[in-house]
């Protein structure tokens, strides 16, 4: 059975304290069902990683969705694809028929800054906050001339710039290379604009099997992992091979392969990691994914346009929702109603979601996710 | 069934042992495959073989490096973190001295047993 994605929505992108959870999956809840013309959903998944136990539940019945199987995941940054990939088994299965996804999280009540690295991770509890991790990776780069700074803080200015275009994004903005790197140092080589901010957002998607409706978006292949062992014998920097193997499952289950994809939306947490993950979506060669930022390949009008949402770096990255948000950007990119952010003539495209914070291994999970109309 | 009984208490982090030879992180290493780990694993985490312990360091390599500059709890920025493969051992998280990464391939040294439970290193001069 192929099933498709009925409808999206998401409500805005941002520091929201003042706002409920309920508030923020109303907008998001809400906008997916009108969307897919349905008031009524057969089970719901939830992505949500610092939810407070019984989140969903609490937002859900809130919203009249009662009485149907309710299910929470948690899988770091991963968690909104995670909830939107097992909607969709649930569908293809037969086991449902009309699901609903969410993601959904609010950082801004409950960190100040970054956040807290776990006190049970042996790197958690020696200070590894996840900026310093990507910075890690950000130096190896650097020190393996596998990328510049200056071609990392491209990656911010690119997506910073077609933010403008997302009234959804936290932030957007028009910088240059030098403003990127000007900003305040998160950890080196990493500056603040590199950096994605702490948000508050919902996003969600009503799944179903395909029924030829104009508007469908239909699932073309999954691919979901949980990381290998990431130690010694490790050459690529944190998430790469997660990233690379994930992508293959998803383009072996498509059939299709990065060159037939014509808009990705990747986990740019950081600048850094946009570069790794189109080089391990094998979207540009190996050690060409700051230049091809630099050089306007991945930006919208490039050749192979990523992030035209603005990425977690300027939509911004409330973990349970992101992935959810991403699905709705390829959605709207799809049906060509991305307004001045559209990716003329996009057909097929690409989620990538990687969510880390357990040491030891490659990343908590990963999901791929190749769509087309 | 039992639980592993060779964990260092509850501190999740690598624990430091002071030798003849000086400071070395007290892990384990397979006997069927040979891999490694800086931690008391019940088996090997890479091929599932039987663990005996095994000590690692005192010297090794920066794979890469970076310094914090942003507030962590029961911390103080900035404070200098590298990843360091441990010359036929695992890849370790340590903490550095200064204000500055550390460039790749640079050559430290397991510093004695920190107090705070940190794995720590120097670079050798």
Redesign the interface.
Known sequence: MTVAVHGVGTSHFGRQPGRTLTDLAWDAVREALADAGTEDVDAVWVGTVFGAPGVAQRVLHALGITDVPVVTVENACASGTTAFLEAHESVRTGRYRRVLALGLEQMSTAF???I??EP??????????M??LY???A??YL??GAATLEQLAAVSVKNHAVAEHNDRAQYAGRYTVEQVLAS??????LTLLQCCPTSDGAAAAVLAPADGSPDEVLVRGLGFRSGS?W??R?AH?WGYDLVAATAADAFAQAGTGPDDVDVFEVHDAFTVGEVATTEALGIVPPGDGGAAAAAGVTAVGGARPVNPSGGLLSRGHPLGATGLAQVAEVVWQLRGRAGGRQVEGARTGLVETMGGGV??IDGNGCVVAVLAR | MTAPTTGPGT????QVVGTDDGPAVAGVRCTACGH?SA?PRPRC??CRGPVVPALFGPTGRV?????????????TPP?A???V??DD???V???AEGD??L??DTPVRLLPADPA???RVAVVR
Request: charge should be negative; charged fraction near 20%; hydrophobic fraction near 40%.
């Open positions: 100040d800054g970054a807290t690295p049970t991770d042996a790197e958690g509890l020696s200070g590894l906050a900026p310093a910075a890690m990776a130096h190896r020190e393996t305040r140092m998160i950890a080196d080589p062992l130690d010694h490790s920097v040491s030891g | 501190d999740p982090r690598p490694p931690f985490p890479a794979w890469s490096s970076t310094v914090v500059r942003i507030p962590v709890p029961g911390r404070y973190l590298a990843y493969d441990l051992g695992p890849r998280l340590a903490g500055a990464a460039a790749m439970g940190d794995v």
